[in-house]
Nanobody
């Protein structure tokens, strides 16, 4: 199983980006799909999660600006990011947690200029 994140880039403050995470292979026992991020010099932090029943949760820092969604049939997870701020600059990672193990994607860079 591999996760491939894409959609990052350079955007001005106030702009939007949509990240995608594509899963290859079969993943069973999914507990949640997540997005994390890691800014330079900082620890990786959790951003958002969506459960198999569709319930989602967000870090306070992104609540109201970011939206996580999924297309289970296409094995895709998305992160719509609006009203981006310079503090959102980071490498963004997708993760799928299962009852057996976690799967991580390779990360996609998001840079927000002021």
């Amino acid at each position: 199983v591999q996760l491939q994140a894409s959609g990052g880039g350079l955007v001005q403050a106030g702009g939007s980006l949509r990240l995608s995470c594509a899963a290859s292979g079969s993943i069973n026992g999914i507990k949640a799909r997540h997005w994390y991020r890691q800014a330079p010099g900082k620890e990786r932090e959790w951003v958002a999660a969506i459960l198999p029943n569709g319930i989602n949760n967000y870090a306070d820092s992104v609540k109201g600006r970011f939206t996580i969604s999924r297309d289970s049939a296409k094995k895709m997870v998305y992160l719509q990011m609006n009203s981006l701020e310079p503090d959102d600059t980071a490498v963004y990672y997708c993760k799928i947690s299962t009852v057996y193990r976690d799967y991580w994607g390779q990360g996609t860079q998001v840079t927000v200029s002021s």
